[in-house]
């Protein structure tokens, strides 16, 4: 049996400032927690929003990963003073990604930035600069190393509560933004004290979002894998409606 194939975003950076060199950053936390629950990691450069569908054509499951700030062009609102760095070219790609899986049906994972992306493709819209809201509440944690650090109140008959078996998780923060108002298709699975949406699911189970880094803590905290498992579920329960009959373990 070959192994789920899972597509990895990357970001995109400028080696150094004198060479106009840019490379395609794949994070090896993302590719280790997919190689845990069973799938194959691929890592797709940001190219041309056509290359999208090629690319999504090749694997059975999406991970739209972490990194800069969404460009507000793309869900009408002007650039907020505390907007960071945007990407065009991978806010295209990702996007175009998203909307082939879809039309596949393949599972996608999105963290991070990822759960801002899938909220942007399905119409919704971000909180440009979260510490503007800020004044009771920290969603960027100073220690680098995937420590735990907020509370997650989890929706009881949501997936993700399923998985993690209980309702009420604690988890990293590094977001910048965050999603405002909601998405078609979506619902808010998880919550913040001060209200703000850390985890999105699909009405078809194929879509879940995470705000947080699981796959920067699973090491240190194990249950931190469980939304890789959910994904993992759900491509492998594509792969086995895709071709009735076949069994895979
Ligand atoms: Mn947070």
Redesign the pocket.
């Known amino acids: 049996m070959q192994p789920a194939r899972i597509l990895i975003s990357t970001s995109s950076s400028t080696r150094s400032s004198s060479l106009k060199r840019m490379d395609a950053i794949g994070g090896m936390n993302y590719a280790e927690a997919i190689n845990q629950v069973g799938g194959l990691p691929f890592f797709a450069p940001n190219l041309s929003a056509e290359k999208a569908a090629a690319y999504i054509a090749q694997v059975d499951g999406l991970l739209l990963s972490g990194g800069v700030d969404f460009d507000p062009v793309l869900f009408n609102e002007a650039p907020h003073p505390g907007l960071g760095m945007v990407d065009e070219a991978r806010d295209n790609f990702e996007l175009a990604c998203y909307h082939a899986a879809r039309k596949k049906g393949i599972p996608i994972l999105g963290i991070c930035r990822g759960i801002q992306a899938i909220n942007v493709a399905e119409g919704g819209s971000l909180i440009q600069h979260l510490p503007a809201f800020e004044d009771k509440h920290q969603?960027a944690q100073q220690n680098n190393d995937g420590s735990l650090f907020?509370t997650v109140v989890l929706e009881p008959d949501s997936k993700l509560a399923g998985a993690f078996g209980k309702t009420s998780i604690r988890?990293n923060?590094y977001?910048h933004q965050a999603i405002d108002r909601l998405g078609s298709n979506l619902k808010s699975v998880a919550k913040?004290a001060d209200n703000?949406i850390?985890a999105v699911e699909s009405s078809d189970g194929k879509v879940l979002g995470v705000?947080?880094h699981p796959e920067m803590s699973f090491e240190r905290y194990p249950e931190q894998i469980a939304p890789f498992r959910l994904f993992m579920e759900a491509v492998q329960q594509y792969l086995n409606e895709r071709i009735p009959g076949q069994v895979y373990a």
Do not use: A, F, L, P
């Open positions: 969603h907020h988890t923060s977001h913040t703000t850390e705000q947080w």
